[in-house]
């Protein structure tokens, strides 16, 4: 049984004075919104609905704790990205989610969501790059590795791991596939490194 399996909703947040304070420890999942974030929370759970995905990406506008006992917290993040928003409603989110990533003191890890196939977007580098200051740990899932060929998904997964080596060497990445479930224990691993009390 991992850490993930004991996930349950805790509450959903819209503004930084509503982030709880529980003395614990979170782990941050963010990504584009089209990217799997959602898919990828809910496969390390087990759980088909626990983080709602949708056709309409983007959906995930406000700031939601999942608790996974013992003081330890999955945070989703809302994704980042997509055009179809109110420019009023972006703007909310990305103060939301600039300050809660450069001052969250419980937040231990990111992970950042990025799709196998087009991964290091210019919106993935802004997001790497405004939270390295915090000089916590990222780890990169790179989802949908199953619309690759093993070959094509191992050199994918090497550039990236050469890339971030040498422009975000802060960073860990994997392969990860929601449809296939592969990747779900290795990232369980580092996310549950990073939980453990210090």
Request: aromatic share 10%.
């Amino acid at each position: 049984m991992g850490i993930f399996s004991q996930a349950k909703f805790f509450t959903t947040v819209n503004h930084l004075r509503d982030l709880p304070a529980h003395g614990g420890r979170e782990v941050a999942f963010v990504g584009r919104s089209n990217a799997g974030k959602s898919s990828a929370i809910n496969t390390l759970a087990n759980y088909t609905r626990l983080a709602f995905t949708s056709k309409t990406p983007g959906r995930t506008q406000h700031i939601n704790y999942f608790e996974l006992g013992e003081g330890r917290f999955l945070v989703d993040l809302p994704g980042y990205g997509y055009a179809k928003v109110p420019p009023e409603s972006k703007k909310h989110w990305e103060s939301l989610l600039s300050k809660y990533l450069l001052t969250r003191e419980s937040l231990v890890g990111l992970v950042i969501i990025m799709d196998a196939r087009h991964p290091f977007t210019e919106l993935d580098e802004a997001m790497l790059d405004w939270f390295a200051p915090t000089g916590k740990p990222v780890h990169i899932l790179l989802t949908k590795s199953d619309k690759l060929s093993r070959q094509q998904a191992t050199l994918t997964l090497n550039r990236v791991k050469s890339y971030a080596a040498e422009h975000f060497p802060h960073c860990s990445a994997q392969l990860f596939s929601s449809l296939k479930k592969q990747g779900a224990e290795e990232a369980e691993a580092i996310i549950a490194t990073w939980l453990a009390a210090a």
